[in-house]
């Protein structure tokens, strides 16, 4: 599962809590999202740049999963999330750990 690339949420992206969902609201675009329960746990993953990895370690921590099982559904969630213009690529530098 190792990918080098570390994704982060864009800052200006607001965020408000529904239950165990929540919803996102871009004001650059003036666009409203709702993320799942499994999204909001991925997209608090991402408050700071985050690999990979450590957003799969999340998503299993959460639902007592092996990191490896949700790998698929997360990178999926990360594209999808990355094509709706609410993520950026964090510099390789900012250190996933």
């Given at each position: 599962?190792?990918?080098?690339?570390?994704?982060?949420?864009?800052?200006?992206?607001?965020?408000?809590?529904?239950?165990?969902?929540?919803?996102?609201?871009d004001?650059?675009?003036n666009?409203?999202?709702?993320?799942?329960?499994?999204?909001?746990?991925?997209?608090?993953?991402?408050?700071?740049?985050?690999?990979?990895?450590?957003?799969?370690?999340?998503?299993?921590?959460?639902?007592?999963?092996?990191?490896?099982?949700?790998?698929?559904?997360?990178?999926?969630?990360?594209?999808?999330?990355?094509?709706m213009?609410?993520?950026?690529?964090?510099?390789?530098?900012?250190?996933?750990?």
């Amino acid at each position: 599962m190792s990918d080098p690339m570390l994704w982060q949420a864009r800052a200006e992206v607001l965020r408000s809590d529904l239950g165990e969902e929540i919803a996102l609201l871009d004001p650059l675009k003036n666009t409203y999202f709702t993320l799942n329960a499994t999204g909001a746990v991925i997209w608090n993953a991402l408050q700071t740049p985050a690999s990979l990895e450590q957003v799969c370690r999340a998503v299993a921590d959460e639902y007592d999963i092996d990191p490896a099982i949700c790998a698929e559904d997360v990178k999926q969630v990360l594209a999808d999330l990355r094509a709706m213009g609410l993520l950026m690529d964090a510099p390789a530098h900012a250190g996933a750990s």
